[in-house]
């Protein structure tokens, strides 16, 4: 990323990004910290939506900030402030400072150490995240308006729509730190999306489809997204309600990256440490099926979870997350390691580019043929409520999706709950799909558990 082409769309330069930074260190080191480390942001953004072909809403956004953390050997303060003027710079460091001087200390607060920190050519590593979309609010409207008609346009049994929505968003920042680090970089992410509504009273079912890219050139086109979504709404008429049993249940491509990504939450340094997780001491333990593996790679081209670094300048790294079901490693920020007595894995700010695969898994095995696997039981392709306990796994999720019979989808079902528990979950996965999906951040097929209790009437 040039400083030239971090400009386009932004008030702020790369280069005044950088005078920011090494203006607030220095302040900080001359009221006396031991350490400091600094962040300054700005972020750029359209979003319109319609509805039934009408303009609702049109915002233009435009955010900056400056984060500082100061440390007088292990107690740290806090500040931040909006404001770039030389005074508020020098104030937010003084209210950094003056926070540390009254905390208490911490044995596991500072900087990563030197070592761990990214250098300059790691750092300044190009993954092609920046790709700004030069759209300004009435073509964005009229992009929202043809993904709305294309959904109405389906089948006259879509009657209304929730709208449509299309969205393009960029970012640069800039850090550094009194251990040497220094990087940043500009980044960009892009959507449309739009939600049908088939039927009348009671009978009225609701769904809808999005597409989401780093690069506005890449996103479907809104005649696919909005087919699609009328599509997977008409799916869901003349839904019912089913028997409360045990049954073998497949979680649609779309709402299987929750389950990796209650994983990633169980073995976050935070929820080891408070001892807040189902997974806690699971280091070098088979918590999964013996034919999964979760490989990170945070490195990918665009990929929506790459950085050359964490939050905290720690360099990234590709891995083995899971090898044959066998825990190969946790998501650690430099605090929450020395909580655990561990090493950072560069994961301040959270996991990047997750794919979880089976080793069983056969380039055939699209979504009929794991339809085929699942036999008789549920497929599920929506889940509603928060109902996960990550202290002992409980999980208990509304859901809706079809009840399948002999391989087949026999009708659409809803007003369900599903139950189990996350261990056993994910020790009973059977098979994972060829049906790839990437969530955000993480790439799963769709994931067939052996059994699971299901609530209906």
Same mark, same amino acid.
């Given at each position: 990323?040039?400083?030239?082409?971090?400009?386009?769309?932004?008030?702020?330069?790369? &280069?005044?990004?950088?005078?920011?930074?090494?203006?607030?260190?220095?302040?900080?080191?001359?009221?006396?910290?031991?350490?400091?480390?600094?962040?300054?942001?700005?972020?750029?953004?359209?979003?319109?939506?319609?509805?039934?072909? %009408?303009? %609702?809403?049109?915002?233009?956004?435009?955010?900056?900030? =400056?984060?500082?953390?100061?440390?007088?050997?292990?107690?740290?303060?806090?500040?931040?402030?909006?404001?770039?003027?030389?005074?508020?710079?020098?104030?937010?460091?003084?209210?950094?400072?003056?926070?540390?001087?009254?905390?208490?200390?911490?044995?596991?607060?500072?900087?990563?150490?030197?070592?761990?920190?990214?250098?300059?050519? +790691?750092?300044?590593?190009?993954?092609?995240?920046?790709?700004?979309?030069?759209?300004?609010?009435?073509?964005?409207?009229?992009?929202?308006?043809?993904? +709305?008609?294309?959904?109405?346009?389906?089948?006259?049994?879509?009657?209304?729509?929730?709208?449509?929505?299309?969205?393009?968003?960029?970012?640069?920042?800039?850090?550094?730190?009194?251990?040497?680090?220094?990087?940043?970089?500009?980044?960009?992410?892009?959507?449309?999306?739009?939600?049908?509504?088939?039927?009348?009273?009671? !009978?009225?079912?609701?769904?809808?489809?999005?597409?989401?890219?780093?690069?506005?050139?890449? =996103?479907?086109?809104?005649?696919?997204?909005?087919?699609?979504?009328?599509?997977?709404?008409?799916?869901?008429?003349?839904?019912?309600?089913?028997?409360?049993?045990?049954?073998?249940?497949?979680?649609?491509?779309?709402?299987?990256?929750?389950? =990796?990504?209650?994983?990633?939450?169980?073995?976050? !340094?935070?929820?080891?440490?408070?001892?807040?997780?189902?997974?806690?001491?699971? =280091?070098?333990?088979?918590?999964?099926?013996?034919?999964?593996?979760?490989?990170?790679?945070?490195?990918?081209?665009?990929?929506?979870?790459?950085?050359?670094?964490?939050?905290?300048?720690?360099? /990234?790294?590709?891995?083995?997350?899971?090898?044959?079901?066998?825990?190969?490693?946790?998501?650690?920020?430099?605090?929450?390691?020395?909580?655990?007595?561990?090493?950072?894995?560069?994961?301040?700010?959270?996991?990047?580019?997750?794919?979880?695969?089976?080793?069983?898994?056969?380039?055939?095995?699209?979504?009929?043929?794991?339809?085929?696997?699942?036999?008789?039981?549920?497929?599920? /392709?929506?889940?509603?409520?928060?109902?996960?306990?990550?202290?002992?796994?409980?999980?208990?999720?509304?859901?809706?999706?079809?009840?399948? &019979?002999?391989?087949?989808?026999?009708?659409?079902?809803?007003?369900?709950?599903?139950?189990?528990?996350?261990?056993?979950?994910?020790?009973?996965?059977?098979?994972?799909?060829?049906?790839?999906?990437?969530?955000?951040?993480?790439?799963?097929?769709?994931?067939?558990?052996?059994?699971?209790?299901?609530?209906?009437?």
């Amino acid at each position: 990323m040039t400083s030239d082409r971090a400009a386009q769309g932004f008030a702020y330069r790369q &280069e005044q990004f950088q005078q920011i930074v090494e203006d607030t260190l220095a302040r900080a080191r001359k009221l006396g910290a031991s350490d400091a480390g600094a962040e300054v942001s700005e972020g750029v953004g359209l979003s319109v939506s319609v509805r039934k072909g %009408e303009l %609702e809403n049109v915002e233009r956004n435009r955010d900056k900030s =400056l984060g500082v953390s100061v440390y007088l050997g292990q107690r740290r303060g806090n500040a931040s402030t909006s404001d770039f003027s030389a005074a508020a710079l020098r104030q937010t460091v003084q209210a950094a400072y003056d926070i540390a001087r009254f905390t208490a200390e911490d044995p596991a607060a500072g900087l990563p150490d030197a070592a761990d920190l990214a250098q300059p050519a +790691e750092a300044a590593r190009d993954l092609d995240l920046f790709h700004p979309w030069d759209i300004d609010a009435a073509a964005a409207a009229e992009l929202a308006r043809e993904c +709305e008609a294309a959904a109405l346009r389906v089948d006259r049994r879509i009657t209304n729509s929730e709208g449509a929505g299309v969205s393009a968003q960029q970012a640069h920042f800039w850090a550094g730190n009194t251990r040497g680090f220094r990087g940043g970089y500009a980044s960009s992410r892009h959507y449309l999306s739009v939600s049908p509504i088939a039927g009348r009273g009671k !009978g009225m079912q609701r769904d809808g489809w999005y597409t989401s890219m780093r690069d506005a050139a890449e =996103l479907a086109s809104p005649q696919a997204v909005g087919r699609y979504a009328a599509e997977r709404t008409l799916a869901r008429m003349n839904s019912r309600r089913v028997a409360t049993a045990e049954v073998p249940v497949l979680f649609e491509n779309t709402v299987a990256a929750g389950l =990796l990504g209650a994983y990633v939450q169980a073995t976050s !340094g935070g929820a080891l440490y408070r001892k807040a997780s189902f997974l806690v001491d699971c =280091l070098g333990r088979e918590v999964l099926a013996a034919h999964v593996d979760i490989h990170e790679n945070p490195h990918l081209p665009k990929g929506k979870g790459s950085a050359p670094f964490d939050d905290e300048g720690v360099r /990234t790294a590709e891995r083995e997350v899971v090898r044959g079901g066998v825990v190969q490693s946790y998501f650690l920020s430099s605090y929450s390691a020395r909580k655990l007595g561990l090493r950072t894995t560069g994961h301040a700010g959270g996991s990047q580019n997750l794919s979880m695969t089976s080793r069983l898994t056969q380039p055939g095995d699209d979504l009929p043929a794991m339809l085929a696997k699942l036999g008789r039981g549920l497929f599920v /392709t929506e889940l509603m409520g928060q109902g996960v306990n990550y202290v002992t796994g409980d999980y208990s999720r509304g859901a809706a999706g079809f009840w399948v &019979e002999g391989g087949r989808i026999a009708y659409p079902v809803h007003e369900i709950t599903i139950a189990g528990n996350l261990g056993e979950m994910l020790r009973d996965i059977v098979a994972i799909g060829a049906d790839v999906y990437t969530q955000g951040s993480k790439s799963v097929g769709s994931v067939l558990i052996a059994h699971l209790k299901l609530a209906g009437a």
